[in-house]
Antibody
Framework: QLTLKESGPALVKPTQTLTLTCTFS??????????VGWIRQPPGKALEWLAL???????FYNPSLKNRLTIAKDTSKNQVILTVTNMDPVDTATYYC????????????WGTGTSVTVSS | YVLTQPPSVSVAPGRTAKITCGGD??????VQWYQHKRGQAPVVVIY???DRPSGIPERFSGANSGNTATLTISRVEAGDEADYYC???????????FGGGTKLIVL
């Protein structure tokens, strides 16, 4: 059974760096054609894609956020980590991770998300 | 790359709902559709324009032509009420793009 679960702080202060962890099971991020990505949804707003890392270490970022995002993987722990620097209240959102597959990539299995609030 | 969806679509139970996703020459892209119910993980209901994952009812179908992709839900049920998002891989920016989402309201 393929599962992904997001974890991280529920509350961060403005200007701080957010670190989120996606822990997955049922698949390997070393398998050809597999990737894991992050997506967020601010309250009352649409889904917004953030970043993706592939099985062969390619990294892809949302151009509008690229200078604030870093995605990395730890295949030994079955984890993907996303860091977001210089957090602002507008970054308040539910953050999801999702497995990607196919060519081109699409999100075939999602986690249930973790809520992050940015407030002083 | 911008994907444009209507904010909401209303349909009576048992009728057919069509949700559109507009994009410049979107026919050249492959389109996915995700169903997102409040408090739950999004679920892909259509991928690569027309393919349906296992477990998704045949009532869900997709099409892509010209500048518009369409998700069609036949024989709509109350349980289909959700937000639906279209998505493509933008080869120009090498990243994924979501539409603004459409709230399906079952009357």
């Amino acid at each position: 059974q393929l599962t992904l679960k997001e974890s991280g702080p529920a509350l961060v202060k403005p200007t701080q760096t957010l670190t989120l962890t996606c822990t997955f099971s049922g698949f390997a991020l070393t398998s050809s054609g597999v990737a894991v990505g992050w997506i967020r949804q601010p309250p009352g707003k649409a889904l917004e894609w953030l970043a993706l890392i592939s099985w062969d270490d390619e990294e892809f970022y949302n151009p509008s956020l690229k200078n604030r995002l870093t995605i990395a993987k730890d295949t030994s722990k079955n984890q993907v980590i996303l860091t977001v620097t210089n957090m602002d209240p507008v970054d308040t959102a539910t953050y999801y991770c999702a497995r990607n597959t196919g060519t081109p990539y699409y999100m075939d299995v999602w986690g249930t998300g973790t809520s992050v609030t940015v407030s002083s | 790359y911008v994907l444009t969806q209507p904010p909401s679509v209303s349909v009576a139970p048992g009728r057919t709902a069509k949700i559109t996703c507009g994009g410049d020459n979107i026919v050249r892209e492959t389109v996915q559709w995700y169903q997102h119910k409040r408090g739950q993980a999004p679920v892909v209901v259509i991928y690569y324009d027309t393919d349906r994952p296992s477990g998704i009812p045949e009532r869900f179908s997709g099409a892509n032509s010209g500048n518009t992709a369409t998700l069609t839900i036949s024989r709509v049920e109350a349980g289909d009420e959700a937000d639906y998002y279209c998505q493509v891989w933008d080869s120009r920016t090498e990243g994924q793009v979501f539409g603004g989402g459409t709230k399906l309201i079952v009357l």
